[in-house]
């Protein structure tokens, strides 16, 4: 079994930077892609970025050019740059392990980490 654990969450104003941390323990024999999801009140849970095995990277729209997504598989953790953040980046931010080739999480989500801009 694999369990996730997010970090790095906080309070930040408007045009602030974060660093959320990703680690993965368990038994896992590969590298698989993971993604970063978010969830904001009274909203569904969405994909925000993304990074393959080989280190290919996806971006949503509202995130592009502000968030960086890699990897260190030697500590089998994953890290979201968050800069520039805007108030609509409040959200619990949350790791997965994705279905190759696909954006579909399959590994039990972790407790997730808080983010929260100020205007």
């Known amino acids: 079994q694999v369990q996730l654990v997010e970090s790095g969450g906080g309070l930040v104003q408007t045009g602030g930077s974060l660093r959320l941390s990703c680690a993965a323990s368990g038994r896992i024999w590969r590298t698989y892609d993971v993604g970063w999801f978010r969830q904001a009140p009274g909203k569904q849970r969405e994909l925000v970025a993304s990074?393959?095995?080989?280190?290919?990277?996806h971006y949503a729209d509202s995130v592009t050019g502000r968030f960086t997504i890699s990897r260190d598989d030697a500590k089998n953790t994953v890290y979201l740059q968050m800069n520039n953040q805007k108030t609509d980046d409040t959200a619990v931010y949350y790791c997965?392990?994705?279905?190759?080739?696909?954006?579909?999480?399959?590994?039990?989500w972790g407790r997730g980490t808080q983010d929260t801009v100020s205007p």
């Open positions: 990074i393959g095995s080989g280190g290919s990277t």
């Open positions: 997965n392990f994705l279905v190759d080739y696909t954006n579909k999480p399959w590994a039990t």
